[in-house]
């Protein structure tokens, strides 16, 4: 059973388009984020929360928007796409660190591909 | 622009060759090391990792070299296999920053057979 699951794996949208990523989690942990990885660039921040309460931006968080509905929750819109944020996003979840482990989790990505 | 800078983008080697990744970084406040390992269609794993209070640390054939006065850090595999195959991330934490990741461009490593 996948730890953090994310749905879809795989979205051709059109420009303009609404799109929601969804990331679920069943590891127990407090803290979330969103990235967007692109060749050459790694993994950039897009949001990151450490409870539901609390969600702050990213390195890229322009043209996207979060929302944490629950703790094992936490959702990634794109309010209008547009072709430059084709790309493969991830979730990835960790401990807030109090018992010694701050590794992230990652899930297997969402592949988005705006047309 | 980016904090974290690694070196070389790809990688070839033949099996039982030993690859070294490179990466360098410019904010003093970072305190913790990590690599992340993706096999296509996968997420990031963690791999190993190393804190700044140390020169060198070794997981099975997965070794971190760390220069501290010279801000940067490697990542050596030894006897490399066909299954190494993969992309290497290397990443830096920012002290008291709540465990955010600064990630490096990444080295997509082929080791033929």
């Known amino acids: 059973d996948a730890d953090v699951t994310q749905t879809p794996r795989n979205r051709i949208t059109k420009t303009g388009k609404r799109i929601m990523l969804e990331c679920s989690q069943t590891?127990?942990?407090?803290?979330m984020y969103w990235y967007r990885q692109d060749p050459g660039l790694g993994l950039r921040l897009i949001y990151y929360?450490?409870?539901?309460?609390?969600?702050n931006k990213g390195e890229i968080s322009d043209g996207y928007s979060v929302s944490r509905q629950a703790q094992a929750k936490f959702s990634l819109s794109l309010e209008s796409a547009i072709p430059n944020q084709t790309a493969l996003y991830f979730c990835?979840?960790?401990?807030?660190?109090?018992?010694?482990?701050?590794?992230?989790?990652f899930g297997p990505g969402t592949r988005l591909t705006v047309l | 622009q980016q904090q974290v800078k690694q070196s070389p983008q790809s990688l070839i080697v033949q099996k039982g060759g030993i690859p070294i990744i490179n990466c360098a970084y410019e904010?003093?406040?970072?305190?913790?090391f990590p690599w992340y390992q993706q096999f296509p269609g996968k997420g990031p794993a963690l791999l190993i990792a190393?804190?700044?209070?140390?020169s060198e640390k070794k997981e099975g054939r997965f070794t971190i070299s760390f220069n501290k006065s010279a801000k940067q850090f490697s990542l050596h595999i030894m006897d490399s296999q066909p299954g190494d195959s993969a992309t290497y991330f290397c990443?830096?934490?920012?002290?008291?920053?709540?465990?955010?990741?600064?990630f490096g461009g990444g080295t997509r490593l082929m080791v033929k057979p």
């Open positions: 990835a979840t960790s401990d807030s660190g109090s018992r010694g482990s701050t590794e992230q989790f």
């Open positions: 590891k127990g942990h407090d803290r």
């Open positions: 929360s450490f409870d539901v309460k609390d969600i």
């Open positions: 904010n003093t406040a970072f305190d913790y």
């Open positions: 190393i804190r700044p209070d140390v």
């Open positions: 990443a830096a934490r920012l002290n008291n920053a709540g465990n955010m990741l600064t």
